[in-house]
């Protein structure tokens, strides 16, 4: 499955606020100054791709 550019930047914007929340919530990512940015790609990464197969890219 394949987004387009807008869906793509969109997805970005929520895993950024999915990143900001990990960071939050957990102690030790804010002591390491693991960045939100990071966060939310790892769990995009990790988490939605392999079960979805989603790509983000622009035809």
């Given at each position: 499955m394949t987004i387009d550019t807008f869906h793509g930047f969109t997805l970005a914007i929520l895993l950024l606020f999915v990143g900001k929340g990990l960071v939050a919530r957990w102690g030790i990512l804010r002591r390491y100054n693991v960045l939100e940015s990071?966060?939310?790609?790892l769990t995009r990464a990790f988490g939605l791709a392999p079960r979805t197969g989603l790509m983000v890219g622009s035809h």
């Open positions: 990071l966060m939310g790609s």
